[in-house]
T-cell receptor, first 116, second 114 residues
Framework: DAGVIQSPRHEVTEMGQEVTLRCKPI?????LFWYRQTMMRGLELLIY????????DSGMPEDRFSAKMPNASFSTLKIQPSEPRDSAVYFC??????????????FGEGSWLTVV | AQKVTQAQTEISVVEKEDVTLDCVYE???????LFWYKQPPSGELVFLIR??????QNEISGRYSWNFQKSTSSFNFTITASQVVDSAVYFC???????????FGTGTSLTVIP
């Protein structure tokens, strides 16, 4: 079975440009999560969706960040305009339900973003 | 408060040695779940194990074993006869019974020297 699929794997962009990260969750999973990993802050939850509906976006750093899930098999995380401090690895993850303690979160391979 | 502490930032061992990665957690929940994930140099996060708070039985999977002790709030991970392919960053995580949040430790970077 295919795991969580993210694209692009690596992106280098200039400050001020728009960045769009894409994610396809595991088929049948109802919950999708976006995490960010940096050396300073470790793994942070940015936002999660349950049945395509955003449930908690309190981790989204600021208005420059937005996420959508138009259907059960696709989600995007957009940064506009991007800044150097956004450089990080962005992970998408999915689970059967949002109650992650009852299920396991499976992560994608990550999108490595560098903003110069 | 929910918190996971991995006090060991970096560990180096010689191949075939055993190594234990420590994980101490804090939670007020009576029901919770503990996880270990592996992040190899390629960057992906690989699920290793999930354990619920009511199951204190230790688990062994090949060269991997986990020791869960509620009395000390610890969920330690031992690799027996380590191999170079075990080199990775290992994350311990805590999740309460409900809700969406995973509380990750800061990770332990393991280097196995051939």
């Amino acid at each position: 079975d295919a795991g969580v699929i993210q694209s692009p794997r690596h992106e280098v962009t200039e400050m001020g440009q728009e960045v769009t990260l894409r994610c396809k969750p595991i088929s049948g999973h109802n919950s999708l999560f976006w995490y960010r990993q940096t050396m300073m802050r470790g793994l942070e939850l940015l936002i999660y969706f349950n049945n395509n509906v955003p449930i908690d976006d309190s981790g989204m750093p600021e208005d420059r960040f937005s996420a959508k899930m138009p259907n059960a098999s696709f989600s995007t995380l957009k940064i506009q305009p991007s800044e150097p401090r956004d450089s990080a690895v962005y992970f998408c993850a999915s689970s059967l339900t949002a109650a992650v303690g009852l299920n396991t979160i499976y992560f994608g391979e990550g999108s490595w973003l560098t903003v110069v | 408060a929910q918190k996971v502490t991995q006090a060991q930032t970096e560990i180096s061992v010689v191949e075939k040695e055993d190594v234990t990665l420590d994980c101490v957690y804090e939670t007020r929940d009576t029901t919770y779940y503990l996880f270990w994930y592996k992040q190899p140099p390629s960057g992906e996060l690989v699920f290793l194990i999930r354990r619920n708070s009511f199951d204190e039985q230790n688990e062994i999977s090949g060269r991997y074993s986990w020791n869960f002790q509620k009395s000390t709030s610890s969920f330690n991970f031992t690799i027996t006869a380590s191999q170079v392919v075990d080199s990775a960053v290992y994350f311990c995580a805590l999740s309460p019974n409900t809700g969406n949040q995973f509380y990750f430790g800061t990770g332990t970077s393991l280097t196995v020297i051939p």
